[in-house]
Nanobody
Framework: VQLQAFGGGLVQAGGSLRLSCAAS?????IGWFRQGPGKEREFVAN????????RYANSVKARFTISRVNAKNTVDLAMNGLKPEDTAIYYC????????????????WGPGTQVTVSS
């Protein structure tokens, strides 16, 4: 599965951005991960293709919403109430067999898109 993420940019704290992940196929689930400056990569959210079941990191729950468009093989991440600590490169990734929040379960990764939140 090949992936491409779109929609990053610069936004002020409290603002919103919408990221999209275009996939060449589906697999089992699509996840969003992020890596901030000087930080390790961390799980953000994921969605299972079959039934739309979702998981979120506690840090983004109630602010971010992940959704899928089956007909287009795209997964969106709507981000509201952005905070400076959300600044990171955001990656979408595909898992063939799991909706785990652990990156090792994801076999395909897109190149990432930068999100910068100014205070």
């Amino acid at each position: 599965v090949q992936l491409q993420a779109f929609g990053g940019g610069l936004v002020q704290a409290g603002g919103s951005l919408r990221l999209s992940c275009a996939a060449s196929g589906r697999g089992y689930a699509i996840g969003w991960f992020r890596q901030g400056p000087g930080k390790e990569r961390e799980f953000v959210a994921n969605i299972r293709w079959s039934d739309g079941s979702t998981r979120y990191a506690n840090s983004v729950k109630a602010r971010f919403t992940i959704s899928r468009v089956n007909a287009k093989n795209t997964v969106d991440l709507a981000m509201n109430g952005l905070k400076p600590e959300d600044t990171a490169i955001y990656y979408c990734a595909a898992s063939l067999n799991s909706n785990s929040d652990k990156s090792r379960w994801y076999q395909s990764w897109g190149p990432g898109t930068q999100v910068t939140v100014s205070s």
